[in-house]
Structures are given as structure tokens and as C-alpha cells.
Nanobody
């Protein structure tokens, strides 16, 4: 079992920044790639970013590339999502997920169905 708890969401104006955190407990955090997804009202959950267990490799959705940065601190069992230059279309609930099935290495990291463990989500609202 992996328990994930997100924090750091809130209301911000367009162009602003937020830093999300996801604290993990349970199974060895440093063994797994970690990902962020988001879900806007009426839309499907979509991939945002993923980071390998060592933090040495990252991948991003085209919509956030150059604005968002995923990172992790294995000593603190925490993964982060730094979000800059926020846009109203970034408004969503943001979820972190643990890649215990090695989806990153099979190239299916973008599919939320490949993640067994999720946090409860944190709301990000960007006003125009």
C-alpha cells in the first residue's frame, strides 16, 4: 500500500505560481516513478508530468511544458509540482499517483488506468 497526500493548491491569478506537494507513506517511495495528473470539471483525468525514481528523467504534457517542473526528494518521501505562468485553463483538481506498475518504462505513463495509488487531490483555481 502507498498513501499519498497532496497539498499546496489554492486560488491564484493568471500569470501567478503555485507549488504542489505530495507526501507519500507506506511502500518504499524511492522505488517508484511518480506522476501528476489533473481533472477539470466535465473532463477526463489527464497526464501532467512524471518523474523517475531517481529524479533523473522527467516528462511533461505539451500543455505544461516550459511552465511546470516536477521534482522529488526521496529523503522526505515527497514529490513536487512547481507551476509557473498559470493560465485559467490550468484550473483543475491535481492528483499525484505512484507508478508501481512501471508504466513509465513501458511508455504508458500518460494513462491514469496504469496507476494503482492516488492521493485525494488538491484544487487549483486560476482566475483571469
Amino acid at each position: 500500500q502507498v498513501q499519498l497526500v497532496e497539498s499546496g493548491g489554492g486560488l491564484v491569478q493568471a500569470g501567478g505560481s503555485l507549488r504542489l506537494s505530495c507526501a507519500a507513506s507506506g511502500r518504499t517511495f524511492s522505488n517508484y516513478a511518480m506522476a501528476w495528473f489533473r481533472q477539470a470539471p466535465g473532463k477526463e483525468r489527464e497526464f501532467v508530468a512524471v518523474i523517475t525514481w531517481s529524479g533523473g528523467n522527467t516528462l511533461y504534457a505539451d500543455s505544461v511544458k516550459g511552465r511546470f517542473t516536477i521534482s522529488r526528494d526521496n529523503a522526505k518521501n515527497t514529490v513536487y509540482l512547481q507551476m509557473n505562468s498559470l493560465k485559467p485553463e490550468d484550473t483543475a483538481i491535481y492528483y499525484c499517483a505512484a507508478d508501481v506498475s512501471a508504466a513509465y518504462y513501458t511508455g504508458t505513463y500518460y494513462d491514469p488506468h496504469n496507476y494503482a495509488y492516488w492521493g485525494q487531490g488538491t484544487q487549483v483555481t486560476v482566475s483571469s
